[in-house]
């Protein structure tokens, strides 16, 4: 049975730090690309941050309004993937969803059901 599921969420303060957290079983997490989208009422998801399935650094890509504030990585040994958000600002205030991708002969696609972050003082 494929899981994601997503942790860390909370309420901070603009200017904090929080890291989130995703622990997939179920499927072969290594061979998956991995996401952070998140979306607010109201709004389309958006992607927040991806990092391919034998990426680093420099195969990470991340939306322009997060950029140099949020960190995404992943640890294959632990079959989790992380999200560290500083620098907060009330407009990361969203649900946060984990997401896994794998394109074969067929797309392989598996969403978490998603933690809340609110950013407010």
């Known amino acids: 049975q494929v899981q994601l599921v997503e942790s860390g969420g909370g309420l901070v303060q603009p200017g904090g730090s929080l890291r989130l957290s995703c622990a997939a079983s179920g499927f072969s997490f290594s061979l998956y690309d991995m996401s952070w989208y998140r979306q607010v009422p109201g709004k389309e998801r958006e992607l927040v941050a991806r990092m391919p399935s034998g990426g680093g650094p420099i195969t990470t890509n991340y939306a322009d309004s997060v950029k140099g504030r949020f960190t995404i990585s992943r640890d294959n040994a632990k079959n989790t993937m992380y999200l560290q958000m500083n620098s907060v600002k009330p407009d990361d205030t969203a649900v946060y969803y984990c997401?896994?991708?794998?394109?074969?002969?067929?797309?392989?696609?598996?969403w978490g059901q998603g933690t809340q972050v609110t950013v407010s003082s």
């Open positions: 997401h896994a991708l794998r394109r074969l002969w067929s797309v392989y696609e598996y």
